[in-house]
């Protein structure tokens, strides 16, 4: 009688093993493979060495990065193990002594007291979230039986990691280490270890930035499991106790934040984007950038560009002086490059022969047909070397060069190279002062041309393995031309580490019409650095030139640039180079164009201001109109100034004068010089009425 109610225990528990069995088979049947088919990740743009400069969150709005055993911490792995699932490496994703011991525990005590979910458990939980519920734990159970069949243990646990929750919306260990620890997750301390081992437990009640007390007592509970563990000593769980809890999430890393955000749309789906970048040569030109956004007038920011002369990579890349100020990639906007074209227009008449450094020029006031361009500073030196021209930014002689290059055949080169420079109709002979449009990134590149002996590569932004192909921007002998007759920059006082021979920094300034865009381009032997400087909105600005707004931006920046060349001196010479004084020249090479003061002298003078048939506005007050500057070039000096027939007064040797008109009219302007030769202009003088 006694083995009655033996034999129903069991027939009853064979029962429920058969239903608990048939009703795993079903769910095995019925429920959806428990492997993710693609978990969305955080974007990282991270630099050259990895280091990341710009996390982007997933589009459901987490930091979640996807985590590696090789690359984490192998003692919080084992710590980690030995808190959650001590059997993790050998259970088949259910722990059956587990639940047993768990089973047991809530019998003996009426309430539970331990759980039996395994890290494969809860990865299936974190996969797909259900009700903590027992037809939930079945269906977890079913699972991770499933889970483990199809994914290694390895796999299995760097999902885990991935995905385990640790506050707010912070998924991961790597997620998590960055924004509580400011350090990637190759490394913890006990304090550390213990505190990311307790947070997915409870992730929101846990949360050291918003409740520390409480964060404290759960990584007070996983140091002591871990001390009786013998995974640390009783020393070590004692200093760990009393390490601060950390007090606040760091900041989203946010260096570069307008390459970032092109290259995250460029490289859609992409969740590792690497680029050209230095990490900490982006962080030193981000704090220079800072601290000269403070320094500039309100409205305007600038822009800036390093880039490695031997790869064509760009190092470092800041798309305005402040994103919060301008949220646009400035180093792409298209803007007037004022003078920092004429080097290449040099170039492009050292390449074709008709002009030396030591050739000269004649800078004196002439117009081009109807274009009738003057020197920045309203100056004129005479005949003048094409070396001291350009180093000046003379424009006068570079519009001169550009007339007999053409146009036209700088546009073609360029574009050649791939280079667009943006006009309406066609640039003409304004292209030399900056009549079209270009960008930074453009020039830079230009400029790194120059560094290497006229040899053109298209920048890089990704870090690519294989090279890109050389074009020509110009010959070596002309490249090295131009890089002998730019200014060099010099050191200030305070930073010395741009002097040295082999570091010699070449540069060229820019101005734009109306003060709009002040630009600076330098390169050494190592790096190419572009400045620019303006308002985003490309509106006028006030004093703002390349010499005083961009320049100081270039050495700085060079100065805080290591310097990694082996050579010293200068480079040799390439072949042809004419290393000569003006003495020495060929003949054809004296004279530009064939001009000599003799020939020039002997040509009739030439009223080019005012222009023929224009009207001109002299108001500045009702009663004391303005001054009317009149220019002219050529002839023999001395000058008779006539106006309607009238001396304006005794001669002079100067081609400039000024006259104060008498009234609103047609006037009539004569030039005569001493042979007899005459020049003669009619303009309107009108004056518009002064409000009292």
Not at 24 to 35: A, M, N, Q, T
Request: glycine share 8%; with cysteine.
């Amino acid at each position: 009688m006694a083995s009655k109610p033996v034999w129903r225990v069991l027939h009853v528990t064979c029962i429920g093993l058969t239903l608990l069995l048939g009703a795993c088979w079903f769910l095995d049947r019925i429920l959806p493979s428990p492997v993710p088919e693609e978990v969305a990740w955080s974007t990282r743009v991270v630099d050259r060495q990895g280091e990341i400069l710009r996390l982007f969150t997933t589009d459901d709005g987490f930091w979640r990065l996807p985590a590696r055993l090789q690359k984490t911490d192998p003692e919080f792995i084992d710590q980690l193990l030995a808190y959650e699932d001590k059997r993790f490496w050998t259970h088949p994703g259910v722990d059956l002594l587990a639940v047993a011991r768990a089973t047991l525990q809530t019998l003996a005590s009426g309430r539970v007291v331990s759980g039996a979910s395994t890290l494969t458990m809860q990865t299936v939980r974190l996969l797909e979230p259900r009700p903590r519920t027992i037809a939930g734990k079945l269906v977890e159970m079913v699972q991770a039986l499933r889970l483990e069949r199809s994914l290694s243990k390895q796999a299995i646990l760097e999902l885990y990691l991935s995905l385990a929750p640790y506050g707010g919306n912070i998924q991961g260990i790597e997620a998590a280490s960055h924004f509580y620890f400011h350090a990637a997750a190759t490394h913890f301390t006990p304090s550390q270890a213990a505190l990311l081992i307790s947070l997915p437990q409870s992730p929101e009640s846990r949360r050291p930035d918003l409740h520390p007390l409480r964060a404290k007592r759960a990584r007070q509970g996983v140091l002591h499991r871990l001390r009786d563990s013998g995974l640390l000593s009783t020393e070590d769980a004692q200093l760990a106790a009393l390490q601060p809890i950390p007090a606040k999430r760091y900041p989203a890393p946010f260096s570069a934040p307008q390459l970032s955000q092109s290259l995250r749309r460029e490289y859609a789906g992409n969740h590792r984007i690497t680029t050209t970048l230095n990490y900490k040569l982006q962080k030193k030109a981000e704090a220079i950038a800072a601290q000269v956004q403070q320094e500039l007038p309100s409205g305007k920011t600038l822009a800036l560009l390093v880039v490695d002369n031997q790869t064509r990579q760009i190092l470092v890349h800041v798309g305005s002086g402040d994103f919060q100020t301008s949220q646009l990639d400035l180093t792409r906007a298209i803007r007037s490059p004022g003078s920092t074209l004429k080097p290449f227009i040099y170039g492009l008449a050292f390449e074709q022969g008709r002009l030396h450094p030591e050739t000269r020029i004649l800078d004196r006031p002439r117009r081009f047909d109807a274009y009738g361009p003057a020197n920045f500073d309203g100056n004129y030196h005479g005949w003048i070397s094409a070396r001291q021209a350009l180093q000046q930014s003379l424009n006068i002689p570079a519009v001169q060069v550009l007339e007999h290059v053409g146009p036209q055949r700088l546009l073609s080169r360029f574009s050649q190279l791939g280079v667009a420079l943006h006009y309406q109709k066609y640039p003409g002979l304004s292209l030399a002062l900056g009549g079209v449009g270009c960008s930074l990134q453009d020039l830079v590149a230009l400029y790194s041309g120059l560094a290497n002996n006229g040899d053109y590569q298209a920048l890089q932004t990704i870090l690519k393995r294989e090279p890109t192909k050389n074009e020509k921007l110009l010959s070596p002998l002309a490249a090295w031309y131009v890089d002998a007759s730019l200014p060099t920059l010099p050191a200030s006082a305070n930073q010395p580490g741009i002097g040295g021979r082999s570091n010699t920094v070449r540069f060229k300034t820019g101005t734009s019409y109306g003060f709009r865009d002040a630009w600076a381009v330098g390169y050494n032997r190592d790096y190419t650095v572009g400045i620019w400087v303006g308002r985003p909105d490309g509106g006028y600005g006030k004093e703002t030139t390349g010499a005083n707004t961009a320049v100081p931006v270039l050495r700085r920046v060079f100065a805080s640039l290591p310097q990694t060349s082996s050579l010293d001196g200068d480079a040799a010479p390439p072949p042809g180079v004419l290393l000569v004084d003006y003495d020495q020249l060929p003949a054809h090479l004296q004279w530009f164009a064939g001009e000599q003061p003799d020939t020039f002298a002997a040509r009739k003078p030439k009223i080019y201001f005012p222009v023929d048939g224009s009207t001109l506005d002299l108001t500045e007050t009702a009663k004391n109109p303005a001054d009317l500057a009149l220019k002219s070039y050529g002839g023999t000096p001395p000058f008779y100034w006539l106006i309607n027939g009238r001396p304006l007064g005794p001669a002079t040797s100067d081609s400039v004068a000024a006259y104060t008109p008498q009234g609103p009219g047609q006037t009539q302007i004569t030039l005569i010089d001493s042979k007899g030769k005459r020049d003669s202009v009619a303009v309107w003088l009108e004056t518009r009425p002064v409000d009292n």
